[in-house]
């Protein structure tokens, strides 16, 4: 089966420039990530080798994934079906809500980029202000010091603070183009109301920016949108 994703080393054209290789071989961290893993309830199979380690981890509804671990990369690909596999929407979002932990830390813990045709909010971002290292979309807390990455600016409450890096995710990926620069704290507030009011319909927020005056075009459509707000916390 084709990969979820793979992890691995940035080319010089894809680093950011906030890319800082790491300083322990990539063999020890692939090693230390293998011990972490091994210690998941879910492991279903757990083979260490001389250079990493091969993991199956059962998922929510019955699935597995296979997880093949090498210095020079990572790769996380669909494991068997397990018996008695269900696959109602409760446990598919339960299940996208493991993977994305599982990437996460197999980032974290390798420096690697995740490198995904479907999954997305594992772009680097910018880098800590405290220890200025390299962090992620998904990052609220640098994962090295603890550092809060986006504190609340006076004024400011929780909804606005994430309407903030929904627009920024959006206009990274270009999915929406403003009329201009200047519209873009409209569109924030628009989105912090969404959220303010309990709203966690994407097809409405989706409608929001399509009516929104501030927004020029929209480039994506429910899934897209859905799979953006999923990963944006």
Same mark, same amino acid.
């Given at each position: 089966?084709?990969?979820?994703?793979?992890?691995?080393?940035?080319?010089?054209?894809?680093?950011?420039?906030?890319?800082?290789?790491?300083?322990?071989?990539?063999?020890?961290?692939?090693?230390?990530?293998?011990?972490?893993?091994?210690?998941?309830?879910?492991?279903?199979?757990?083979?260490?080798?001389?250079?990493?380690?091969?993991?199956?981890?059962?998922?929510?509804?019955?699935?597995?994934?296979?997880?093949?671990?090498?210095?020079?990369?990572?790769?996380? $690909? /669909? %494991?068997?079906?397990?018996?008695? =596999?269900?696959?109602?929407?409760?446990?598919? *979002?339960?299940? +996208?809500?493991?993977?994305?932990?599982?990437?996460?830390?197999?980032?974290?813990?390798?420096?690697?980029?995740?490198?995904?045709?479907?999954?997305?909010?594992?772009?680097?971002?910018?880098?800590?202000?405290?220890?200025?290292?390299?962090?992620?979309?998904?990052?609220?807390?640098?994962?090295?010091?603890?550092?809060?990455?986006?504190?609340? $600016? /006076? %004024?400011?409450?929780?909804?606005? =603070?994430?309407?903030?890096?929904?627009?920024? *995710?959006?206009? +990274?990926?270009?999915?929406?183009?403003?009329?201009?620069?200047?519209?873009?704290?409209?569109?924030?507030?628009?989105?912090?109301?969404?959220?303010?009011?309990?709203?966690?319909?994407?097809?409405?927020?989706?409608?929001?920016?399509?009516?929104?005056?501030?927004?020029?075009?929209?480039?994506?459509?429910?899934?897209?949108?859905?799979?953006?707000?999923?990963?944006?916390?």
């Amino acid at each position: 089966m084709s990969s979820i994703a793979v992890l691995r080393e940035p080319s010089a054209e894809q680093a950011s420039r906030w890319y800082k290789p790491r300083k322990q071989p990539a063999l020890a961290r692939i090693q230390l990530l293998a011990d972490l893993l091994q210690q998941d309830e879910g492991i279903r199979l757990f083979k260490r080798t001389d250079v990493g380690a091969d993991v199956v981890i059962e998922m929510a509804g019955g699935a597995t994934l296979r997880v093949t671990m090498r210095p020079e990369q990572i790769d996380v $690909r /669909p %494991g068997p079906v397990l018996v008695g =596999a269900t696959t109602t929407l409760e446990e598919q *979002a339960i299940y +996208r809500s493991e993977l994305a932990n599982l990437l996460q830390l197999l980032q974290i813990g390798s420096g690697f980029y995740v490198f995904s045709d479907d999954l997305v909010g594992f772009e680097p971002v910018g880098d800590c202000p405290a220890c200025h290292i390299e962090v992620f979309e998904w990052q609220e807390d640098c994962e090295a010091c603890s550092e809060k990455l986006y504190p609340l $600016r /006076p %004024g400011e409450d929780e909804h606005d =603070a994430h309407a903030k890096r929904v627009v920024d *995710a959006l206009l +990274r990926r270009k999915m929406i183009e403003l009329v201009t620069a200047r519209g873009r704290r409209n569109v924030e507030r628009a989105i912090s109301a969404f959220y303010a009011h309990g709203n966690a319909a994407v097809e409405v927020l989706l409608g929001i920016l399509i009516d929104m005056p501030d927004v020029a075009e929209v480039y994506c459509d429910e899934m897209q949108l859905l799979h953006v707000l999923a990963r944006v916390r």
